[in-house]
């Protein structure tokens, strides 16, 4: 749609993508030295450790688990699906902006993309993980779950191709594919550069193993171009897709709360809002840590900040909906629902929601809180939080007191729900931690094409 | 020598003064028909209104994006969305006989109607004519006053070259945005989904605000493409543009079709009562054909030959879609409201032929007539050396290619 130089130039003169003052060697230099030559810095132990305990807090929870059930787990009629599926929900939404930045981003010729998008593609690669657990996890049974497969067998068990359910299945297999397979392509010649450059023997070996004899030469860079390309565009589609799938998981059942049309555009959106609020929660940090503000600069924070405020006014947008046609639907159970939202048990959960998801962000309309990296750290906490407190929303406060008032409930998640979803947060940091410390954070290869020395005169 | 007035072709006045013969005489002869037929006359005359006011609208929407997300495309389209905007009064006009029609029109207005059906009672302080009327002010006011100002903006741009102008229009499209998305919901429910009081979708707002700026890009599209076969146009309009507008239509194809298939999937899943009743008689007879046609000559059609490259680059094949999406509005439109008028069944009148054509004559005379009175491209805004000198290249490039391959 835009074309960057038309698009970026007007508005962001003053502001450059990344540092004027860097050359090929001195980007190749920096970013590899994170991985290859500087020394570990202490903080990055006591991250990792403190990330790594509560990684066993999650094995922990999962070991019992399986051997006791999930009655082990708040959860039960009628809240059949407490906080692990509202857990699932937050997670894979927080991996949507990773696709976003890597594949639309691309596609639309948006060169602020260029710093981010690597580790962006980490941190949907691993978010998806862990919200892949959950629905496992919340079978039961979780050694039975290729019964989700449709496969030939002899128990005439055939899934049921019209539930959403099933549909999520493939939906979140495909995106856990395809996220891995183009962060993983994204990174071969920045495997060869590291195999190139590493000291020691084993990190030539593993590092040359998985460059799969990258030499750099004309028609790799042919081939590869295209095969990037390739799978931006097969990328592209699961943006919507996935979340989309999702949304149906509550919107094709008829529980006043969650049978709404809006709510796949709806889930989009917020699924969008979560993870740039992650992405900055990440960013604003590891930036300065590493001194990586020549690559990541205030121009990526401003751009990161916009795309949140205006997916954070589509969700907003839902909310208004939501609850004008709880009213206009004139039907007493929507009306019920709506009511129950804002003065039940839960009420408070809604108002914080919409503290965290609508008042907050409004903030970012003003041009020096988008600049003041410490109040947009502390927006995107409160942004994440909101988006939590959403699917809680969802979930719970819908099934808790759906139509007959004599089955209703309560629902209360255990230590053992907030076990596992620590655990899984601990999880997420580890694998992060030690993203940061094997691979380069930052698309060396993609930086080099973006300097002024790339350009070519023809 | 490229004409750096950027005055309109003569081919715009003739174009104005054929409309206004086509308009009128549509619009007497649609008039006639309300004595003969008078439910026919409104159910045709809404139907023409909101295609053609869906233009105005759509148009606003489109002008606010290109100014937050600026590029070419927006620069050689900005004027057609401005003239377009600006026949917003003329769309207020024609909505009174709306208003005055409403009794016929909207069967909630019938206190017998309301009595009958309880559900209704519960939402008479929203469905009833005086707020009604109150919305349909405070959304046009919101609509003219943000039309108001980005062609007064524009204008000054134009005489004074202020830089600053530029950003004021930029701040004002990113709250402009918001309320326009607000406004037409209200729009939407009231104008469309009203016609059946007892039927809510929540998407609805979400669906007409992709269906307004798919109206408005589709008829964008095909104007510059009539434009750039002359001067001054011929030399600022390159296929890069076409591309990106091409890119634009096809995301607005995709948009429109994810909410329209999202709401059908979601109430053909849950199976209410309530909601299926809205698609039962869209979906089965003939209206059930018309339905299948949509989908394959507003979606599947218009998806396939957007895909490709060159299509999008070449002004001749681009404005072939961007008119087939256009009359597809058409049809979608009556594919939405035809059915809640009563007289159940499909049936069609010669009324609904004259309508979208008495709108559409009327509407591109007053527009033809906007479009003449400033220049065709922003005189002054800062990104116009810029894209001129991308045309220039573009246009240099491509003549040698058509030497090398002759």
């Not at chain 2, 006359?41 to 002008?63: E, H």
């Not at chain 2, 057609?80 to 207005?109: D, K």
């Not at chain 2, 439109?333 to 004559?361: C, E, K, Q, R, Y």
């Amino acid at each position: 749609m835009a074309d960057e130089h038309q698009s970026d130039a007007p508005h962001h003169t003053t502001v450059p993508v990344i540092d004027p003052g860097l050359t090929f060697a001195s980007v190749t230099d920096k970013i590899s030295s994170i991985v290859l030559k500087r020394k570990t810095p202490l903080a990055w132990f006591i991250g990792f450790a403190i990330s790594f305990i509560l990684f066993q807090l999650m094995m922990l929870a999962i070991t019992n688990l399986v051997f006791v059930g999930i009655g082990l787990w708040g959860v039960n009629v009628p809240v059949a699906w407490g906080i692990d599926i509202l857990n699932f929900v937050w997670w894979i939404g927080i991996g949507h902006a990773g696709t976003l930045i890597s594949a639309i981003l691309l596609l639309l010729r948006q060169q602020w993309r260029t710093s981010i998008n690597r580790f962006a593609e980490a941190m949907t690669l691993f978010a998806v993980a862990q919200a892949g657990m959950y629905p496992i996890f919340h079978l039961g049974r979780p050694w039975l779950a290729y019964w989700l497969f449709p496969y030939p067998n002899t128990m005439g068990v055939w899934p049921q191709f019209r539930s959403p359910l099933m549909w999520d299945v493939f939906a979140v297999s495909t995106y856990a594919t395809v996220s891995a397979m183009f962060w993983f392509v994204g990174l071969i010649p920045d495997f060869a550069t590291l195999r190139d450059r590493a000291q020691s023997k084993p990190f030539q070996i593993i590092y040359g193993w998985f460059a799969m004899g990258w030499r750099g030469s004309a028609r790799h860079w042919h081939r590869y171009e295209m095969a990037y390309l390739l799978l931006a565009g097969l990328a592209t589609p699961l943006v919507l897709s996935v979340h989309t799938i999702v949304s149906f998981d509550f919107a094709a059942g008829i529980i006043p709360g969650w049978h709404a049309t809006i709510f796949p555009p709806y889930f989009v959106a917020g699924a969008i809002y979560a993870g740039f609020a992650m992405v900055l929660f990440l960013t604003i940090p590891l930036r300065k840590f590493y001194g990586l503000e020549g690559f990541i600069t205030m121009r990526h924070v401003h751009n990161m900040a916009k795309v949140m405020l205006a997916t954070g006014l589509i969700v907003g947008y839902g909310y208004v909906v939501e609850a004008f046609f709880g009213w206009y639907s004139g039907n007493k159970y929507e009306r019920y629902m709506i009511w129950n939202r804002m003065h039940g048990p839960y009420a408070v959960y809604y108002w914080a929601l919409i503290l965290c998801n609508i008042i907050t962000p409004q903030f970012l309309w003003i041009k020096k809180v988008r600049s003041n990296l410490l109040l947009l750290w502390l927006i995107s906490i409160v942004v994440s939080i909101g988006m939590w407190l959403e699917r809680f929303v969802i979930v719970v406060t819908s099934l808790h007191r759906d139509f007959l008032p004599s089955s209703w409930g309560m629902y209360q998640p255990t230590q053992w729900d907030w076990a596992m979803f620590v655990g899984t947060l601990g999880f997420f940091f580890s694998l992060l931690f030690l993203f940061i410390r094997f691979l380069p954070m930052i698309s060396i290869f993609e930086m080099r094409t973006i300097l002024p020395e790339a350009e070519v005169e023809e | 020598m490229i004409d750096t007035a950027y005055t309109a072709p003569q081919e715009v006045a003739r174009l104005q003064r054929a409309a206004l013969i086509v308009g009128i005489v549509g619009l007497l002869a649609l008039g006639a028909g309300a004595f003969f037929e008078p439910l026919q006359f409104w159910r045709s005359y809404l139907v023409g209104y909101l295609l053609w006011a869906g233009i105005a609208i759509g148009a606003l929407a489109l002008l606010m994006l290109q100014h937050l997300t600026g590029g070419g495309w927006g620069l050689v389209i900005r004027r057609v969305l401005e003239a377009a905007t600006r026949t917003l009064p003329l769309m207020l006009v024609l909505f009174i006989p709306i208003l005055l029609g409403a009794h016929s029109i909207y069967s909630w207005t019938n206190a017998e109607v309301i009595a009958a059906h309880p559900a209704l009672q519960e939402k008479v302080r929203y469905l009833n004519l005086t707020f009604f009327s109150v919305r349909a002010v405070i959304v046009f006011a919101i609509w003219l006053l943000l039309a108001f100002f980005l062609n007064r903006w524009s204008r000054q741009q134009d005489l004074t070259g202020d830089r600053a102008l530029a950003k004021k229009m930029r701040v004002l499209s990113g709250p402009g945005m918001v309320l326009f998305v607000f406004t037409v919901t209200v729009a939407a429910i009231d104008w469309v989904m009203s016609l059946d009081p007892e039927w809510s979708s929540t998407i609805f707002g979400l669906l007409f605000v992709a269906a307004w700026s798919l109206s408005a890009l589709a008829f964008s599209i095909a104007l510059t493409a009539w434009l750039t076969k002359r001067e001054p146009m011929a030399h600022v309009v390159a296929a890069l543009h076409f591309h990106d507008l091409g890119k634009l239509l096809l995301a607005l194809v995709m948009l429109w079709a994810y909410f329209s298939y999202s709401q059908f999937l979601i109430i053909w899943s849950g199976n209410l009562p309530e909601e299926i009743r809205w698609y039962l008689p869209r979906t089965h007879g003939t209206w059930g054909v018309i339905a299948l046609v949509v989908v394959i000559l507003h979606f599947a059609l218009p998806f396939l030959f957007l895909l490709s490259r060159r299509f999008k680059r070449d002004p001749h094949k681009l404005v072939l879609v961007a008119v087939l999406i256009l009359i597809m509005r058409y049809v979608d439109l009556l594919w939405v409201v035809a059915p809640n008028f009563p007289g159940t069944g499909f049936h069609l009148s010669w009324m609904d032929l004259v309508a979208p054509i008495g709108f559409g004559g009327v509407w591109l005379a007053a527009f033809s007539r906007q479009l003449r009175s400033r220049p065709l491209m922003p005189l002054n805004d800062p990104q116009l050396p810029s894209v001129l000198e991308q045309a220039h290249e573009h246009h240099e490039s491509e003549d040698f290619i058509e030497e090398a391959s002759a």
